[in-house]
């Protein structure tokens, strides 16, 4: 069993900057992809980034490629997304999950086992 915390979600105006944390239970976490998925109010959840337990391999959604880096430190537990130029269509609850196993798809939702609450991001225009 693995819990995840976020943290870092909050208020900023558009072009700015805001880093996302996820901290994980569990001494398997070195082992486990991880992933970021964002929802909308009203919109389905997708994808935003996903990252190899080794950090060898990193995933954007295009949407956030160039402006998003999704970084890990396993001796930490802790994966971190770093946004920047964030755009009011970057407002949405981001949510961190995991995968024991490698992902075939790191950007289906249903690839992650486990999943944290999610933290708000607002961005204003």
């Known amino acids: 069993q693995v819990q995840l915390v976020e943290s870092g979600g909050g208020l900023v105006q558009a072009g700015g900057s805001l880093r996302l944390s996820c901290a994980a239970s569990g001494r398997a976490f070195s082992s486990y992809a991880m992933g970021w998925f964002r929802q909308a109010p009203g919109k389905e959840r997708e994808f935003v980034a996903g990252?190899?337990?080794?950090?060898?391999?990193?995933f954007y959604a295009d949407s956030v490629k160039g402006r998003f880096t999704l970084s890990r430190v396993n001796v930490k537990n802790t994966v971190y997304l770093q946004m920047n130029s964030l755009k009011p269509e970057d407002t949405a609850v981001y949510y961190c999950?995991?995968?024991?196993?490698?992902?075939?798809?790191?950007?289906?939702?249903?690839?992650?086992?486990?999943w944290g609450q999610g933290t708000q991001v607002t961005v204003s225009s």
């Open positions: 999950a995991a995968d024991p196993n490698s992902p075939e798809k790191y950007t289906a939702w249903d690839s992650y086992d486990y």
């Open positions: 990252i190899s337990w080794s950090g060898g391999n990193i």
